[in-house]
């Protein structure tokens, strides 16, 4: 049963361009979101979280943006680097448990 | 300082035998998660361990076991592998007793084909 979803399995843009990466849930008990990249080879690295009590978190170039009503949460990063070509992995949790459900991921490539 | 290490990094298996993979987490972090990641998919969560208790268990069977020892780091333990078995085997560290609320850091993991 997945509970976490990227639909997309890949993303191509332009250096310098916005990527919009985007994730759907089903399980309204979730409430801290993540978002993971991944370089071939090596683990998922930490990128940025948000709280189910906000709708909005920025780290630099990287804004994540969360619709409880919708159960969707995107990233974005502004502007894209050729660096940031990776696979972004979406993650879910709920308090009351360690179960981190993670979406398929999504592979984006950043073109010079 | 050092991350999260996993040994080994790669490991071929036959059908039917036993594996134990390792993990040591990043200094001071007292909770390790393990999690089994298939080709095209996201990672997913097998076992937490915190303080060496077992605190959260994934859908996976019993051929699967993990362990905790006072030094934080942890072993996952499968048994009568199968080739659905192979795999990308991550362990995750973090400082929080709940991983719920909280950033995990992962190791490179370890690659586990069953033949």
């Known amino acids: 049963d997945q509970q976490v979803k990227q639909n997309s399995p890949s993303l191509s843009v332009q250096e310098g361009r916005i990527s919009i990466l985007n994730c759907d849930y089903t399980n309204s008990m979730f409430d801290y979101f993540l978002w993971y990249k991944k370089y071939p080879a090596e683990g998922p690295t930490f990128l940025i979280s948000i709280s189910s009590i906000k709708d909005k978190n920025e780290d630099g170039r990287f804004t994540v943006f969360l619709n409880k009503s919708a159960k969707h949460l995107s990233l974005h990063i502004v502007p894209s680097q050729p660096g940031d070509s990776a696979v972004y992995f979406c993650a879910a949790s709920a308090n009351s448990n360690n179960d981190m459900r993670f979406g398929a991921g999504t592979r984006l490539t950043v073109k010079p | ?115």
Request: net charge neutral; aromatic share 12%; with cysteine.
């Open chain 2, 1 to 115: 300082d050092a991350g999260v290490t996993q040994s080994p990094t790669h490991l071929i298996k036959t059908r039917g035998q036993h594996v134990t993979l390792r993990c040591s987490p990043i200094s001071g972090h007292k909770s390790v998660s393990w999690y089994q990641q298939v080709l095209g998919q996201g990672p997913q969560f097998i076992f937490q361990y915190y303080e060496k208790e077992e605190r959260g268990r994934g859908n996976f069977p019993d051929r699967f076991s993990a362990r905790q020892f006072p030094n934080y780091s942890s072993e996952l333990n499968v048994n009568a592998l199968l080739l659905g078995d192979s795999a990308l085997y991550l362990c995750a560290s973090s400082l929080a007793e709940w991983t719920g609320g909280t950033e995990a850091f992962f190791g490179q993991g370890t690659r586990l084909t069953v033949v």
